[in-house]
């Protein structure tokens, strides 16, 4: 009888507390974060300091939870791949923007110490 016990115990316990799937939200819930993630990345560069912008990383993570937790509709998807490949443009763009500003500075210490 104990033995039966335990083991209809141990399978309510697995049932109660691992979900078989994560629901996802409805595609009308998205809309919301989608304008406010291209509206950031419209204004990425232009609005704010480098020093007070949150880092690209953190933006990719957002723009993939969206695609993760939504049950997006097909134009939606279209927009999280479009974020995700323009935020990686200007990732890009201001790490070789940054690159070529540190090039510069060591450039003028030189001079600035010859």
Known sequence: MNTRWNTDMKRSANTTT?????QRRPAQLAERELQHLEMILANFI?????SERLPARYWDMR???LDADYD??????QRVASLQRKLALLDSALDTASSAADAQERQQTRRAAA
């Open 63 to 65: 723009i993939a939870q």
């Open 18 to 22: 691992v979900p078989a799937f994560r």
């Open 46 to 50: 232009e609005c704010t300091a480098a």
């Open 72 to 77: 997006l509709v097909p134009s939606q998807s």
